[in-house]
């Protein structure tokens, strides 16, 4: 029984440790987009080669002394010495540094996200030799030579739960350049990445909901029937851009397609009445992706949100991001 | 195994550099297969590296070490000392390589490289070896700065770059410690050298044994006086005092051979002016020290023997410094006790029958010891003598007899051998002395140095009332050879410094290699003082010198006063260089062009380029468009285009910033 409690009163002491050591580094480095290391955010140890090598040291200070030797007491000393500049040379290896987040991917939950950083480096020192990991990830080596900013793609796994996943505090550490002192810093870099539903199939949508009367023409990028021009916008697509008009010396103008919808769908929370808000989420989830997956329309109609009938990439983001966010209070597209 | 865990090329490139370099000052004192057990690891990890081959397994790892093991044994017969402990942890350190496959091996490697510098100081501490050692701290760390640049595929000298600066800023920290360190004494008995040759004047001396005397340029010791230098006439270095000759040999009595009683000096009467005077002498593996009579040391460690020699208990293993004073015009041992006074006169009963019967002739017709000694000198003086250092060998029966009636050449030993034995017979107490005579003033810093080729033996009697008085024989048969020294004496024969045709002696002619010489000297015999032979007396001197009384107080203080002085510096130009983070004039303009748009509720995103947010910004600004546009384009155009004219540009861009309101 003692036992039992024992170890239940120091499982206690190790959260609480582990609760007022997170509350003391969140003041000590508060999250931020953009984050510098400096003095406050730097932390110094000696590395496991560091500890060997003052073994080293010990050995050959008895070697001095038991052979009376200056000059090799001279070599450990500067070797001791050199231990002491090390620390300042590993030190200003990182501090400078410039971290900034970029951005996250979204993910299904469970699947891997892209986190990508930006690394800039301070005017005249180099970063050399920095390692970068995620709790739980995988480790990332960068070095901040030649070149001022680096871009780093770091992919981690996100959590099963939909809504806004934070990865924790990124470790950054260095050696460079002996090895001797390990240098890291965790920083929080105020970079979450949206988890979607888990997507969960159903045998068929209930109470379909066409609204749009079959044969009305809706422009749709991509389809095959010619239907006129119009002026050249940024983001058109190359292969629509009416080249033998360019080549006469009209302005850029891009050719439009229509496709005839044959169907144009409402998603809608109420198709699922009496299932639980996961599992209505999944399913419309589901729904998304096939309709997406086949390039037909469709609406979402969400308490609170809805997003009227398109298709396309940026819409299927913004209605999984609606459906990732439904009822965490976040704001929605 | 992880990428930040392998070894960049460059760090390999590094490391194999730096265990050549290693092994440089070890050269000559190791057996020389062990140099080809670098040459074998180096191709064979190169061949490792390439892909060709790949790393040993463990019975050709075991057979390695056994052959290695059995080398060792079989070129110094023996695994214990200080010589093939240390030639098997070089012939380890090449078999390392073999070993090394990520970081922590090359951990392993380095910092037994620094170890293996330490050793070489147990050998040598010449000024030049320092310096290739101090080089090689240099290459080990940037093999260890290299192995922490990730992903260097070439060839690059930024690593030592890098660790010179390292090892520069070390530097004043580390003379700090070394003068301020409290020195020890030894904790436990450590190795000693015991496969290095002795060098210098032998244990013993036979007249006749070797035909030809070999004597190198090496320095044997320097001295720096005080005062004024003696002329070098007077300058008899007193090394051994040979009383007892057996076979043929003269030797030295051992400690525990002189009775008891006899063992303490007798106290000299102090007269005439003292000379005052610091030696520092080449390690010889010997016991005895080297000194003008009468000498007396007060350093700790250093005994007088009855005979007026000093000696050390230990073998001189390393450089060493010490003082002495001499009181050259006092009276030795004016009372002869009757143990010293026989061991004195004793010769062997049979041998030389020829040299005795011609010395008790002698005797007969002097009157007293003086005469004696005169009438074998200008016996000497007036028959034909030579001094050579090419003598005929002597026969092994009754050699003495043989010099002084047929062969009648030969050098100090002869002599003074002959000498004695002729004093003893006629009843003279007498004895052998081996050491140095003269030497060279080196004009740079008025040391005196004194080479292996300035050996000498002489004679000492003992007189009524005078006590013991040195007799010089070889002064009459060759006064060149004590007024200017053994290359004058041997002017005629050519046979000076004949077996070192690189010793920068024989070319002494020429000024310039000969200021070179002295230059050098002068700094070595400065090295030797300052840091070979500093120990807790001069630290002690030192410390009082600059300090007054020293307290821990004061140690503390100065410790920490001092690295503060260099580390501050270091440390400021490290990190506050970061600080001076200075933004061109062009991107200082584009933010504030950003704060405005700012300020109206357009924020600039993390990585958007300038297009794309004033594409933004001109969508939900529309009625200021126009003027983004137009600081968009200049910017890009002074940022990318590089313009001919841009001082102009940017004046136009400041003003198309300023005029955004």
Not at chain 1, 97 to 115: C, D, K, N, W, Y
Not at chain 1, 147 to 169: A, F, I, T
Not at chain 2, 87 to 104: D, P
Request: charged share 20%.
């Amino acid at each position: 029984m003692n036992t039992v409690a024992g170890s239940a009163t120091a499982s206690t002491i190790g959260l609480r440790v582990r609760r007022r050591f997170r509350a003391w580094i969140n003041r000590r480095i508060p999250p931020s987009r953009v984050t510098t290391l400096n003095q406050r955010r730097i932390f110094i140890f000696p590395s496991k080669a560091g500890l060997f090598y003052a073994l080293c040291m010990l050995v050959m200070l008895l070697a001095a002394i038991n052979f009376q030797n200056n000059l090799s007491y001279g070599l450990t000393f500067l070797l001791f010495t050199l231990f002491i500049v090390a620390i300042l040379h590993t030190y200003a290896n990182l501090s400078g540094l410039t971290i900034r987040a970029v951005h996250a991917r979204p993910a299904f939950p469970g699947q891997r996200s892209e986190f990508e950083l930006q690394l800039e480096r301070s005017r005249r020192g180099e970063h050399v030799g920095l390692r970068l990991q995620w709790p739980g990830g995988s480790p990332v080596s960068a070095s901040l030579v030649d070149s001022d900013s680096l871009r780093l793609q770091m992919h981690l796994q996100v959590g099963q739960q939909r809504g806004w996943y934070s990865p924790g505090r990124l470790l950054i550490e260095s050696s460079y350049p002996l090895g001797l002192l390990r240098c890291w810093s965790w920083i929080d870099l105020d970079l979450h990445a949206l988890v979607y539903p888990r997507p969960l199939a159903s045998a068929e949508l209930p109470g379909l909901a066409a609204e749009t009367p079959d044969g009305a023409a809706v422009l749709i990028e991509g389809s095959d029937d010619f239907f006129g021009f119009r002026d050249y916008r940024q983001g058109d697509s190359l292969r629509q851009i009416y080249w033998k008009g360019l080549a006469r010396g009209q302005n850029v103008q891009v050719k439009q397609y229509v496709a005839y919808a044959d169907r144009s769908v409402w998603l809608d929370w109420e198709m699922f009445t009496g299932l639980g808000t996961e599992q209505r989420l999944s399913h419309l989830c589901y729904w998304v992706l096939q309709f997406d997956a086949q390039g037909d329309e469709y609406g979402m109609r969400l308490p609170g949100v809805t997003i009227a009938p398109d298709c396309g990439e940026r819409h299927r983001e913004s209605v999984l991001r609606a459906l990732a966010l439904h009822g965490t209070g976040e704001p929605s597209p | 195994m992880k990428v930040e865990q392998q070894i960049p090329r460059n760090a390999l490139v590094w490391i194999i550099i730096s265990l050549f370099t290693l092994v440089l000052p070890h050269i000559e004192r190791v057996p020389h297969w062990v140099l080809s057990v670098y040459v074998l690891s180096a191709i064979w990890r190169v061949m490792v590296y390439r892909g060709r081959w790949s790393f040993p397994r463990w019975p050709i790892k075991l057979g390695l070490i056994f052959a290695a093991f059995a080398g060792i044994l079989f070129s110094y017969r023996s695994l214990i000392g200080l010589e093939p402990t240390v030639a098997l942890l070089l012939a380890a350190f090449a078999f390392k390589l073999l070993e090394l496959k990520e970081r922590k091996d090359a951990y392993v490697l380095l910092f037994l490289g620094y170890f293996v510098i330490l050793t070489e100081f147990l050998f040598s501490q010449d000024l030049l070896i320092v310096l290739l050692c101090v080089v090689n701290v240099v290459l080990v760390t940037t093999a260890l700065v290299a192995l922490h640049r990730p992903g260097v595929d070439s060839f690059s000298t930024r690593p030592l770059t890098k660790a010179s600066l390292m090892v520069l800023q070390a530097m004043p920290l580390m003379l700090v410690l070394f003068f301020l360190f409290p020195r020890i004494g030894p904790l436990w008995t450590v190795p000693i050298k015991s496969q290095q040759a002795t060098t210098g004047m032998s244990e013993f001396m036979t007249p006749g044994d070797v035909s030809q005397l070999s004597r190198s340029s090496e320095v044997a010791f320097r001295v720096e006086f005080d005062g004024a230098i003696p002329p070098r006439s007077t300058l008899y270095w007193r090394g051994l005092v040979m009383s007892r000759l057996r076979e043929n040999t003269w030797s030295a009595l051992d400690y525990y051979e002189v009775p008891a009683r006899e063992r303490r000096p007798q106290e000299p009467q102090f007269t005439g002016v003292p000379l005052r005077y610091s030696v520092i002498m080449a390690p010889t593996q010997q016991r005895w020290l080297y000194s003008l009579r009468y000498a007396r040391s007060t350093d700790a460690g250093i005994l007088n023997a009855a005979d007026y020699r000093l000696f050390r208990p230990v073998i001189i293993e390393d450089d060493l410094l010490y003082r002495v004073t001499s009181w050259p015009a006092a009276q030795l041992e004016e009372r002869l006790s009757d143990w010293r006074r026989r061991t004195e006169l004793a010769l062997p009963p049979q041998a030389n029958p020829r040299v005795r019967q011609l010395a008790q002739s002698i005797a007969a017709d002097a009157h007293d010891s003086q005469e004696i000694v005169d009438a074998v000198l200008t016996l000497f003086r007036e028959q034909p003598f030579v001094y050579t250092l090419q003598p005929p060998l002597l026969p092994q029966q009754d050699p003495m007899d043989a010099f002084l009636f047929d062969t009648r050449r030969g050098f100090c030993e002869h002599y003074a051998s002959v000498f004695v034995i002729m004093m003893r017979a006629a009843g003279v107490p007498a004895r052998v002395v081996a050491g140095y005579q003269g030497g060279e003033v080196n004009p740079v810093n008025r040391t005196v140095i004194v080479h292996q080729f300035d050996a000498h033996a002489w004679a000492e009697v003992w007189i009524q009332g005078q006590g013991w008085v040195r007799v010089d024989p070889t002064a009459a048969v060759s006064p060149e050879r004590i007024e200017l020294g053994l290359e004058e004496a041997l002017a005629g024969e050519g046979s000076f410094l004949a077996d070192s045709p690189l010793s920068p002696l024989r070319y002494r002619r020429i000024d310039i290699i000969n200021k070179l010489r002295l230059r050098y000297d002068a700094l070595t015999y400065r090295w030797q003082s300052w840091v070979v032979g500093f120990n807790a007396d001069t630290q002690l001197q030192l410390l009082q010198r600059w300090f007054g009384e020293f307290s821990a107080r004061t140690f503390a203080v100065v410790i920490l006063g001092s690295w503060a002085l260099v580390l501050i510096p270091v440390g400021l130009v490290l990190l506050l260089r970061r600080k001076v983070h200075k933004l061109s004039k062009l991107d200082r303009l584009y933010l504030r062009f950003c704060d405005k748009l700012e300020k109206r509720g357009v924020t600039r995103e993390a990585g958007e380029s300038p297009s794309a947010f004033a594409s933004r910004a001109q969508h939900q600004l529309p009625l200021m468009a126009r003027s983004i546009a137009d600081v968009t384009q200049r910017y890009q155009r002074l940022a990318y285009a590089g313009t001919d004219d841009s001082d102009r540009e940017l004046d136009e861009l400041a003003r198309a910033v300023r005029k955004l309101n």
